[in-house]
């Protein structure tokens, strides 16, 4: 399934006043057409329905998770994955707290024991669901850390890394290091503009800090998976994409620290025209690039 620029435009004017409703209601009316698991190399694969990505590794009778989406398509993934005679889930990573990366975990949790996660993941899922009342509607992560989590499977070896604040302030990399896959969450939104999320403790300087240590980090080899693109083919991708996210951050913080320098408000700032060297991407939802601009100069 490809979501093109019309047809991904069309989406985002279904969503209106998104910026209102919040987050998981926006990615949940994006990609939200059903489709089967992807293979990537090897023994890693990706599942797009909605929301965030999911990766998968399946591999000598272990099963191994990477992100949730929303209860009704996690289930449709966990058909796919019965297909292939698979029951158990041994390991659920979240890469980051936001509701599309994570409410699948009340349907997962009936699958594994595992939850892995970023110390702060489990604070800022509370704290969000806290304030839409819906608590009883979460499962956080059970298996928690700081810096690094190491994992050793017969065959493969995972590490889970946290870079610093960047998207939230919870964000992991989950890397396959055998099959030289890394699952980046929401650090890349490829030929999209990002969502940036003050209330999740985003840093747009410390987003730009931590894709430069990713860069730094892995090869030209590593193939990637992100959590959101401007379609279906454009999730995974290599250390190109990386750059190019990398860039525009930088352009954006450099560009809205310019203007407030200039004493140009808030609003005067937010009806600014596209920064050159990035017409390309485009809005996955109405209001992303006025959004971009308000919330990097709230930071500021």
């Given at each position: 399934m490809k979501l093109g620029r019309r047809s991904f435009l069309k989406s985002s004017s279904l969503i209106m006043g998104s910026m209102a409703i919040g987050h998981d209601d926006v990615f949940s009316k994006i990609l939200n057409t059903p489709v089967d698991l992807k293979k990537l190399r090897d023994t890693v694969g990706i599942y797009n329905e909605k929301g965030g990505t999911i990766g998968y590794y399946i591999n000598d009778g272990m099963v191994v998770v990477i992100d949730s989406q929303f209860p009704e398509s996690v289930k449709n993934f966990i058909k796919e994955l019965d297909i292939q005679e698979h029951?158990?889930?041994?390991?659920l990573f979240n890469t980051h707290h936001?509701?599309?990366h994570t409410s699948g975990n009340t349907v997962l949790a009936n699958y594994t024991s595992s939850?892995?996660?970023h110390v702060n993941?489990?604070?800022?899922q509370i704290k969000r669901n806290n304030a839409r009342g819906e608590n009883e509607k979460i499962v956080t992560a059970n298996l928690t850390f700081d810096n690094k989590f190491e994992l050793k499977l017969p065959n493969e070896k995972i590490s889970a890394i946290h870079f610093g604040q960047a998207h939230t302030g919870g964000?992991?990399?989950i890397h396959f290091e055998n099959t030289n896959i890394a699952h980046l969450g929401d650090l890349v939104f490829n030929n999209v503009f990002p969502y940036i999320d003050n209330t999740?403790?985003?840093s747009v300087s410390g987003w730009i800090k931590s894709l430069d240590n990713i860069i730094k980090h892995f090869d030209k080899d590593t193939s990637f998976i992100f959590g959101h693109a401007n379609n279906t083919e454009n999730v995974s991708g290599d250390i190109n994409d990386i750059i190019k996210q990398r860039n525009y951050l930088e352009a954006l913080y450099n560009?809205?620290?310019k203007q407030s320098k200039e004493n140009k408000s808030k609003e005067e700032i937010a009806a600014s025209?596209?920064?050159?060297g990035f017409e390309n991407i485009i809005e996955s939802w109405e209001g992303a690039w006025k959004m971009n601009l308000e919330a990097t100069f709230e930071q500021l």
């Open positions: 029951k158990n889930i041994d390991y936001h509701g599309d939850i892995i996660a993941c489990p604070r800022l964000d992991i990399v999740a403790e985003c560009y809205v620290l025209t596209k920064i050159p």
